[in-house]
T-cell receptor, first 116, second 114 residues
Framework: GAVVSQHPSWVICKSGTSVKIECRSL??????MFWYRQFPKQSLMLMAT?????????EQGVEKDKFLINHASLTLSTLTVTSAHPEDSSFYIC????????????FGPGTRLTVL | TQLLEQSPQFLSIQEGENLTVYCNSS?????LQWYRQEPGEGPVLLVT?????EVKKLKRLTFQFGDARKDSSLHITAAQPGDTGLYLC??????????????FGSGTQLTVLP
């Protein structure tokens, strides 16, 4: 149980385009989902906390207008990277927290974004 | 901002050797998790420790939570090449009310050579 999926698993786009990444909790409901960014050989950096039915909470230094987050249901959160630039190239990982266990996060497989 | 120091950052050992990875903070965790991540994949949860002084074993992996719930260690016995990966500790800190925030350590890249 507690499976989280992400789509797409990888994407290559041109500079200036927007890219949407989906995060789904497949077998449980998640009121809270998290979006992380990871650079090669580094740890995960929290970008934002996505709450179902309300606005996302962004970490300091993360532009909310650039990284749009929508959490429209208890099983789906989306991250849209707007007007992507090469410096946005990274590994984006989402996680979801179950309703019953607020301490454990289950992670998706990640999305590799490459902006040319 | 809660800080979680993880050491060592890199570790390369021979098959059969033992190793320990440390995770330390000046703050008290509500719980702490250890994850293992392979290249191009998301982190996979290995264990959650909650109680101070708790010890959990997962085959050749032993996880310990400090009595004060500020530190943790991961010990691997007789490491195998399949243990190669990025090991991450992550601590849950209390925020307001029942909110939790998960903060990751810097990670330990383990390479086990055959």
């Amino acid at each position: 149980g507690a499976v989280v999926s992400q789509h797409p698993s990888w994407v290559i786009c041109k500079s200036g385009t927007s890219v949407k990444i989906e995060c789904r909790s497949l077998d449980f409901q998640a009121t809270t989902m998290f979006w992380y960014r990871q650079f090669p050989k580094q740890s995960l950096m929290l970008m934002a906390t996505s709450n179902e039915g309300s606005k996302a909470t962004y970490e300091q230094g993360v532009e909310k207008d650039k990284f749009l987050i929508n959490h429209a249901s208890l099983t789906l959160s989306t991250l849209t990277v707007t007007s992507a630039h090469p410096e946005d190239s990274s590994f984006y990982i989402c996680s979801a927290r179950t309703l019953s266990n607020t301490d454990t996060q289950y992670f998706g497989p990640g999305t590799r974004l490459t902006v040319l | 901002t809660q800080l979680l120091e993880q050491s060592p950052q890199f570790l390369s050992i021979q098959e059969g050797e033992n190793l320990t990875v440390y995770c330390n903070s000046s703050s008290v965790f509500s719980s702490l998790q250890w994850y293992r991540q392979e290249p191009g994949e998301g982190p996979v949860l290995l264990v959650t420790v909650v109680t101070g002084g708790e010890v959990k074993k997962l085959k050749r992996l032993t996880f310990q939570f400090g009595d004060a719930r500020k530190d943790s260690s991961l010990h691997i016995t007789a490491a195998q090449p399949g243990d190669t990966g990025l090991y991450l500790c992550a601590g849950n800190f209390f925020l307001s009310g029942s909110a939790r925030q998960l903060t990751f350590g810097s990670g330990t890249q383990l390479t086990v050579l055959p």
